[in-house]
């Protein structure tokens, strides 16, 4: 079992920025590719960005690249998605995601294991 608990959420205004973390417990983090997703209301859960076990490899949605950067630091077994130029789209709860592979996925039915979210609001 892996726990995931975010933080870092809040409310922020057009062109801002915020640091969502995702603190890992439980198995060896370093084994796990994780992935950040978000889900706006009254749409479907979708893929933000994804980095492989080592850290060396990310990948990003098309609607955040270039804005967003995800990291991980496996020594304090924590995963970052840092986001700037926010936009009112951007509204939702995030929520971080573990997969016990090398290489993270865009896909969330591949993810096991799941925190419980962190809302962004963006204003206009």
């Known amino acids: 079992q892996v726990q995931l608990v975010e933080s870092g959420g809040g409310l922020v205004q057009t062109g801002g920025s915020l640091r969502l973390s995702c603190l890992a417990s439980g198995r060896t983090f370093s084994n796990y590719a994780m992935g950040w997703f978000r889900q706006a209301p009254g749409k479907e859960r979708e893929f933000v960005a994804g980095?492989?076990?080592?850290?060396?490899?990310?990948y990003y949605a098309d609607s955040v690249k270039g804005r967003f950067t995800i990291s991980r630091d496996n020594a304090k077994n924590t995963v970052f998605l840092e986001m700037n130029s926010l936009k009112p789209e951007d509204t939702a709860v995030y929520y971080c995601a573990a997969d016990q592979v090398p290489r993270a996925s865009t896909y969330s039915y591949r993810y096991d294991y799941w925190g419980q979210g962190t809302e962004v609001t963006v204003s206009s």
């Open positions: 980095i492989n076990w080592s850290g060396s490899t990310t």
